[in-house]
Nanobody, 118 residues
Framework: QVQLVESGGGFVQAGGSLRLSCVVSASIFSIITMGWYRQAPGKQRELVASITSGGSTNYADSVKGRFTISRDNQNTVYLQMNSLRPEATAVYYC?????????????WGQGTQVTVSS
């Protein structure tokens, strides 16, 4: 069974910081990539940042230089968000792409709300 459990969302004023965490429990799978997506009201879900098992990272242009994705050896992925802007207000979802034998699967967390006030 696979579980993604997120934490760290909340309310912050513009210019502030938040750190999101996501623990991926997937003992029989290997992790290919882990990432963070967000969905604002009335908008499509979009990629914020991702990190591969080898440590390569990818960021949306809108967050480059302000957000940092990282992971530890315990299948936890983090998103450090600095200099937050009101347009970052959204539900943030953790995503993991996993492999078992020759098959790949994508899983989502339940989402955590981030609200940035102006």
């Amino acid at each position: 069974q696979v579980q993604l459990v997120e934490s760290g969302g909340g309310f912050v004023q513009a210019g502030g910081s938040l750190r999101l965490s996501c623990v991926v429990s997937a003992s029989i799978f290997s992790i290919i990539t882990m990432g963070w997506y967000r969905q604002a009201p009335g908008k499509q879900r979009e990629l914020v940042a991702s990190i591969t098992s080898g440590g390569s990272t990818n960021y949306a242009d809108s967050v480059k230089g302000r957000f940092t994705i990282s992971r530890d050896n315990q299948n936890t992925v983090y998103l450090q968000m600095n200099s937050l802007r009101p347009e970052a207000t959204a539900v943030y979802y953790c995503h993991a792409r996993l492999r078992r034998m020759s098959y790949e699967y994508g899983y989502w967390g339940q989402g955590t709300q981030v609200t940035v006030s102006s």
